[in-house]
């Protein structure tokens, strides 16, 4: 069990802490559920692109390879993507 200081911190073990990737810098979401505080870490968004990435890949592969007739990236998916990284960007300069 964990105490609360006088400033309303408490301090995670170390083994939660590993379970969960939480690091130092890590930025987590903390709220209440169920009358309970609940900390989940913030998604990584590099981590989200490749597991993206690879959904679409193993879709592809189950379903045939496709691709824009002219062999471009979609621009719409493209403009997605810039926008996650950027996003990721300003995130991990914070």
Avoid: F, Y
Avoid at 12 to 38: M, N
Avoid at 41 to 48: A, H, K, L, S
Avoid at 52 to 63: C, G, N, P, R
């Amino acid at each position: 069990m964990v105490t609360v200081d006088s400033k309303g911190r408490v301090v995670l073990p170390q083994e939660v802490r590993e379970r969960l990737g939480i690091t130092p810098g890590t930025e987590v979401e903390i709220h209440e559920e169920g009358g309970k505080a609940v900390v989940t870490p913030e998604d990584n968004p590099e981590q989200i692109i490749e597991q993206m990435e690879q959904l679409v890949t193993d879709a592809a592969s189950e379903h045939g390879e496709t691709a824009p007739i002219d062999g471009a990236v979609d621009p719409i998916a493209q403009q997605h993507r810039s926008a996650v990284r950027r996003g990721a960007e300003k995130n991990s300069d914070g």
